[in-house]
């Protein structure tokens, strides 16, 4: 369904570059991806590269944000734990799960960072929304959410409900790195080693999990197109 609404778009000053759109095969390692984005950022705010969103996906792996409580972090020893710059608490990162790293100069854009979050909590909303899925907001609670009417309601009596996408960044000079991750197909077990975000009353879903056989590939094309809706052009990068 063709979304029109001009709300959360942050399309870019006229006369700027399309966004490089880059996809890396295999699984990257955590701490590389890391310093790849140090460096893209730091070329980005000099302007010797265009902006760039990165998909990956990562070996099992858990990541602490500036916000993460330790004690939230249930099983220390299951997988290998990043202490990370980007804002929120413990999440889970591994095959299966698409992150795409989003960095982009918000000085050609809108210097505005809760516009910039909301912006791609709607590139997923619209992502889902392709799909027939409806992903929604909860302003308690951080992430991209799907109600799960089939679940047992919870103990407040109110509807399951369970996170599919999850939120993270940083933004230095006004380039933003770091990102989001969408649930396509991962281990949802692997979850169970942390309270992820610091939210336990609610689990956790792919789109595998909700009756959809999407492979990666096919929500890489959704999200792209969600992606050019809310922030502009992109380009497929050569390298």
Not at 62 to 73: E, F, I, P, Q, W
Not at 165 to 173: C, L, N
């Amino acid at each position: 369904m063709l979304r029109t609404d001009l709300q959360h778009q942050m399309f870019p000053l006229a006369g700027s570059p399309p966004v490089r759109w880059r996809i890396t095969d295999g699984l990257v390692p955590y701490d590389e991806a890391v310093a790849t984005m140090e460096a893209e950022v730091a070329a980005i705010s000099e302007g010797l590269a265009p902006e760039l969103v990165w998909l990956v996906e990562h070996p099992p792996l858990y990541t602490a944000g500036t916000s993460a409580n330790a004690a939230d972090l249930i099983e220390p020893d299951r997988f290998p734990v990043f202490a990370t710059g980007r804002g929120g608490e413990y999440t889970y990162h591994g095959p299966g799960q698409r992150v795409a790293y989003v960095m982009l100069d918000l000085k050609r854009r809108r210097q505005d960072i809760r516009a910039f979050v909301a912006a791609l909590e709607e590139v997923i909303i619209r992502t889902l929304d392709s799909m027939n899925v409806r992903g929604e907001r909860r302003e308690d609670r951080v992430g991209v959410w799907v109600r799960r009417p089939e679940k047992p309601l919870l103990p407040d009596g109110t509807m399951a409900e369970d996170k599919i996408a999850a939120f993270g960044i940083r933004v230095r000079k006004w380039v933003t790195f770091h990102g989001l991750s969408l649930n396509v197909d991962p281990d949802l077990g692997h979850f169970s080693g942390i309270v992820p975000c610091g939210i336990s009353a609610y689990g956790v879903t792919s789109l595998v999990d909700l009756g959809l056989p999407v492979m990666m590939a096919d929500a890489d094309i959704r999200l792209r197109e969600a992606f050019e809706q809310i922030f502009g052009e992109t380009a497929n990068e050569s390298r």
